[in-house]
């Protein structure tokens, strides 16, 4: 853990998959960033079945113009991880246009050498953000003896 990048930033499932998995090498923002080199990515707890529909459709309409790996399958909604950090990934540039099917937002972070990493339980929050700030703690161990 501590050889993971500072920074953090926080994406919604299953968008965060498809960088890892699926080539996603734009993330699609309504704000420019001066940030590069390589980050954190934080899987946001919340994913609604809209959102999951969604990037199905795009991974779906993307596949006919760059396809995807044989047998890569997206995960069920319910097994993708959610609320912690799930990789890494190099922030190259900010853009505001991308030959990319990915790109479809106001600004792209145009994103390389994405990879995965172990689970780590983390709150996210807004723009990116010291993660480890935010790890999330076990609860108290109940006491194991009597109280006298």
């Not at 501590?2 to 953090?8: I, Q, R, Y």
């Not at 899987?43 to 396809?67: F, N, Q, W």
């Amino acid at each position: 853990m501590s050889d993971l990048p500072e920074f953090a930033l926080s994406i919604r499932q299953p968008w965060c998959w498809a960088i890892l998995h699926g080539g996603k090498d734009i993330e699609n923002r309504d704000w420019p960033t001066r940030m590069r080199g390589r980050i954190c990515l934080h899987a946001s707890k919340g994913m609604t079945r809209g959102e999951y529909e969604d990037c199905l459709a795009t991974i779906h309409a993307i596949s006919e113009v760059r396809p995807f790996p044989s047998g890569l399958t997206l995960p069920a909604f319910d097994d993708l991880e959610r609320g912690g950090i799930v990789g890494t990934v190099a922030i190259t540039d900010c853009v505001s246009a991308s030959a990319s099917p990915w790109f479809f937002g106001r600004y792209g972070f145009a994103l390389r050498n994405a990879e995965a990493t172990e689970f780590i339980p983390v709150k996210g929050a807004l723009g990116f953000f010291k993660w480890r700030d935010n790890l999330e703690t076990a609860p108290p161990a109940e006491p194991q003896g009597r109280l006298l």
